[in-house]
């Protein structure tokens, strides 16, 4: 299906995504642990699901039971977690040096 751009933007949210592959991330948990806005995090995440690498599905606890919007919870694919990682890879290959926040996300201390 295709690879995303691989912006730094996208690499914190890849990231985070796999950070914990056994349970799925509302976008704000997401936004908190790549320490960027939702402005920024929803358009790179539409663009991973478009690509396949994720999938989402909106929570079934009705948003006046919790008293926020529902949430929309993203996860890997199959296929996708191991494609993220082989693009993270090629792309921390090219870089010489990586930003304090990536590096910080890397090493689990988000």
Not at 16 to 26: G, I, P, V
Not at 33 to 51: D, K, Y
Not at 100 to 109: F, H, V, Y
Request: proline content about 6%; some cysteine; charged content about 25%.
């Amino acid at each position: 299906m295709g690879n995303p751009r691989m912006t730094l933007a996208t690499q914190l949210v890849l990231r985070a995504l796999l950070s914990d592959l056994a349970r799925e991330m509302y976008g704000l948990e997401i936004c908190a642990m790549a320490g960027l806005p939702s402005g920024t995090i929803h358009p790179i995440l539409a663009r991973l699901e478009a690509v396949g690498w994720l999938e989402s599905r909106f929570e079934d606890t009705p948003p006046q039971e919790v008293g926020r919007p529902r949430r929309r919870y993203y996860r890997f694919t199959q296929d996708g977690a191991e494609d993220a990682r082989v693009a993270l890879a090629r792309s921390s290959s090219k870089a010489k040096i990586l930003p304090a926040t990536l590096r910080r996300i890397a090493d689990g201390n988000a």
